[in-house]
DNA sequence: AAGACTCGCAACCGCCTTCGC
DNA sequence: TGCGAAGGCGGTTGCGAGTCT
């Protein structure tokens, strides 16, 4: 028995998002809550499944989104924040301001994995690459390697210039730390897949003291202080339209100061 | 110059969780 | 308490752009 789609699919349009269908998107949630997604396709005339809908607007239609590449001191949060919650991406995202989900997943997947692997990491389990030998480091005064926050805070700090591009290939016995310096504490890699079990990962989590990454409440989403361009919007593509020569009340008041990143 | 290959990202799919009745 | 609907999430795919040969 198939489960049921989210939607009807029938005459839904599916792939890129045109420009137009943006500005409706973006229109209609400027101009109203966001009650349930499933409706919002039909109140905003589009032909897509709400699904799809809510996918866009939060991997990129939100104004409180950053564009572009994590920075470094983002890309060390996220190791670390992976290293203790596994591929919970939205959990990472959730400390990450300004960042999504998808957007750290793919990053994670594009250019961290490869840089820890280059770095003599597994990306999975945080653990040294093993050589050629599958055994796992037997010795009693070597423990798995731990995760970062909980190996050494300074891990970090102490070089300031860290950049996981530039590492030089490490070797997994250069990384292998005492265990007294290092607990052990459940890694959740087997974890990628495993429900990181709840509580006790997420303790830690809390347990390194990460900064506090809350959004004012302005930010959060009518935050206009810090949002730029719908204009970009306008501008771009094929239509170089103005999308809001009826603009609404919530998106003049955007016009009163220059949104500060751009969408596109 | 052109075809093959690689990479990165946006979007989709389907399972899981939450919520309301 | 159980059920169905809706939303959330993580994995995967497809495609365009860039690079290599």
């Known amino acids: 028995m198939g489960r049921q789609p989210c939607c009807d699919k029938v005459g839904l349009k599916k792939g890129p998002w045109t420009t137009e269908e943006d500005k409706k998107l973006i229109n209609f949630i400027?101009?109203?809550?966001?009650?349930?997604?499933?409706?919002v396709p039909k109140l905003a005339g589009l032909l897509r499944c709400g699904k799809s809908c809510r996918l866009r607007w939060t991997n990129y239609l939100r104004p409180d989104l950053k564009?572009?590449?994590?920075?470094?001191?983002?890309?060390k949060l996220v190791i670390d924040l992976h290293s203790q919650l596994g591929n919970r991406w939205s959990k990472i995202a959730a400390s990450l301001?300004?960042?999504t989900d998808n957007e750290i997943k793919n990053h994670w997947n594009t250019h961290i994995k490869k840089k820890l692997r280059k770095m003599g990491i597994d990306p999975l389990t945080h653990k040294p690459l093993l050589p050629e030998d599958p055994?796992?480091?037997q010795s009693p005064q070597l423990c798995r390697f731990p995760v970062f926050a909980e190996a050494d805070p300074a891990f970090y700090s102490n070089s300031p210039g860290f950049c996981t591009d530039e590492?030089?290939?490490?070797?997994?016995?250069?990384?292998?730390?005492?265990?007294?310096?290092?607990?052990?504490?459940?890694?959740?890699s087997s974890s990628s897949t495993s429900s990181v079990s709840s509580s006790n990962s997420l303790v830690k989590a809390e347990e390194i003291q990460l900064p506090s990454m809350e959004f004012p409440d302005s930010l959060y989403f009518w935050g206009a202080d810090d949002f730029i361009g719908w204009d970009s919007i306008s501008t771009q593509g094929e239509g170089k339209i103005d999308p809001f020569n009826q603009r609404s009340s919530a998106s003049a008041v955007l016009d009163q100061e220059p949104w500060k990143f751009e969408l596109f």
């Open 97 to 99: 301001p300004g960042r």
């Open 30 to 39: 400027l101009n109203n809550d966001q009650c349930c997604w499933r409706a």
């Open 135 to 137: 055994q796992p480091p």
């Open 167 to 188: 590492v030089p290939l490490v070797e997994p016995h250069e990384i292998l730390v005492p265990c007294a310096a290092a607990p052990a504490a459940p890694c959740s």
């Open 67 to 75: 564009r572009g590449l994590l920075s470094e001191s983002e890309e």
